[in-house]
């Protein structure tokens, strides 16, 4: 029997067959079936294999692939499919001596090569699929990035949000149908691209100008890029706060009393594979939280609309845990009870009340116990004095 396994994905680009090389045309052309989006079967010549179209939405296509296990399959993808491509998608879902792969060149190493670009030094995102908010804590002036969109109407939907972000000096270079016979290379303003004619698929590459904000990459980014009724941890406690919870690769978050949503979503912008759940219990609050969420880029933020901790018996354990409002014995004893030892806690208290609340449980379970005294320079008659903030006791432990 053969060691080579049932199902072959293979990295196709614009030229079709023509740009493939020897190993790819042997599997495709050993292929009983090809399971492929329209535009890529569209690319292929008339042959022998049974064709079947890749549906959308894209996760019920994994199904129809599973019940092909048997038979020789191939799978066309663009590029490369592990770079925000198909790859990942069937990787997850099957074993992986089920399946192997054969990528193409890709849809970015095309678009760098067109424009001259140093891809180490280029943000590549895939927003086909994602909101363009995704791109807002990277967006800063001088800014290059190649970013792969759904289809051409996205590209007027691109420029009219980078304009609407302050950065209107922007030049787009609209890539279509890279590395094919249709390929097609404009570069516009972002007045010229709003009023543009565009067709899938298309890679375009942004040079970001203009006076828009760029939001810091440090933590402890400014109060005033979160919408708040004034229920938000300020900006230097917070960076305090972020330092204490120490996210590190691939953690969870729970985020206790979210109020604005600032720790949360600080805490997914330090890195791209941190998660996180916000757990509100004021309605008002969990969409102020999520539309903060939407608008910085960090859409995949979780919102859970309840008190704690009655709704965190239902929740994915966390990695870290940050109690910023609903501080109360029966949590901390929930966590204490529920959590595994090596969850990280963090919890801030402003009252006389929860502060004597975290002294007691420090004296018991040790940890750090840190006092934050701010005072801000203010206006004091025709000088200046020291207006101080209420002092925040903060407790950090590990369970």
Known sequence: MSDTPWLSVIGMGEDGLDG???ASRQALDAAE????????????????????EWPVP??????????????????????DPFWFGAGAVIARHFDAGEWRALPGVSTFSLAAARLGWSLEKTLTLGLHAAPLTRLRP??????RALILLRDGAAVAELACYLNQTGFAASRLHVMEALGGPRERLQTLSLAEAQAGDFTHPVCVGVEVAGQGRAIPKASGRPDAIFETDGQITKRPVRALTLSALAPQRGEHLW????GTGSIGIEWLMC??????????PRADRAARIRANADALGQDHLRVVEGSAPEVLGSLNRPDAVFIGGGLSTALLEWLFAELPAGTRLVANA???ESEALLAQWQADKGGDLLRIELAQATPLGPRR???????????????
Request: hydrophobic letters at 40%; one cysteine or more.
């Open 255 to 258: 985020d206790v009393g979210g």
């Open 33 to 52: 079936v090809i399971m492929a989006p329209p535009r890529h079967l569209s690319l292929l010549p008339g042959g022998p294999q049974e064709r079947i």
């Open 350 to 352: 402003v009252t006389l």
């Open 58 to 79: 894209y996760s019920d296509g994994l199904e129809i692939l599973s019940g092909l296990r048997g038979r020789r399959v191939t799978v066309l993808a663009s590029g």
């Open 20 to 22: 493939l090389p020897p």
């Open 138 to 143: 990277c967006l800063a002036s001088g800014l």
């Open 271 to 280: 890195d791209p594979t941190l998660s996180a759940t916000t757990i509100e």
């Open 385 to 399: 004095g020291w207006k101080s903030a209420y002092p925040v006791v903060q407790w950090s432990v590990t369970l």
